[in-house]
């Protein structure tokens, strides 16, 4: 019994190593590809945008083009200091990425009207407040009830 035992055994060393016993033939592995047919080995795009808001002084842009694995751009932007930030950057295989900041002077911000508040007249007087006469709390209250109370 002992014999057969150590035989499984190694029978499923074996097999969990990989190796198929003498007189089996190891099934072939299949390896499957994964092939990705939106692959495009020469990307290619360009964009930008521009927004200027006079109403909330929003004023910031973009733009970007790709050819292939070399991308170029800026954007610039309003800080909160009122300086304006400007980012020219590239991208590529060799130099990876860069960019360049440049700062240009405060900008003047737009003076925005303030709507119009209608004034309103103060009323001629005020009524005093009334005073009110609360009743005190009660101060006497019931004793509790003597132990002998609860014991019947």
Do not use: C, W
Not at 73 to 80: H, Q, V
Not at 108 to 137: G, N
Request: no cysteine; charged share 15%.
């Amino acid at each position: 019994m002992a014999f057969k035992f150590v035989v499984l055994a190694a029978l499923v060393a074996v097999a969990s190593a990989g190796v198929a016993p003498i007189g089996y033939a190891a099934a072939p592995a299949l390896a499957k590809v994964a092939v990705d047919t939106d692959y495009d080995p020469n990307p290619q795009y360009s964009y930008s945008y521009d927004i200027q808001d006079a109403l909330t002084g929003d004023s910031k842009s973009q733009s970007e083009t790709r050819n292939g694995d070399v991308v170029q751009g800026s954007y610039s932007l309003i800080e909160a200091d009122g300086t304006r930030r400007i980012v020219d950057y590239t991208a590529d295989p060799v130099n990876g990425f860069n960019a360049v900041v440049h700062k240009e002077a405060a900008v003047a911000k737009a003076v925005v009207a303030a709507p119009a508040i209608a004034k309103v007249a103060a009323p001629l007087a005020y009524a005093a407040p009334v005073a009110r006469a609360y009743a005190a709390p009660v101060a006497a209250y019931a004793a509790p009830l003597a132990r002998a109370a609860y014991y019947h």
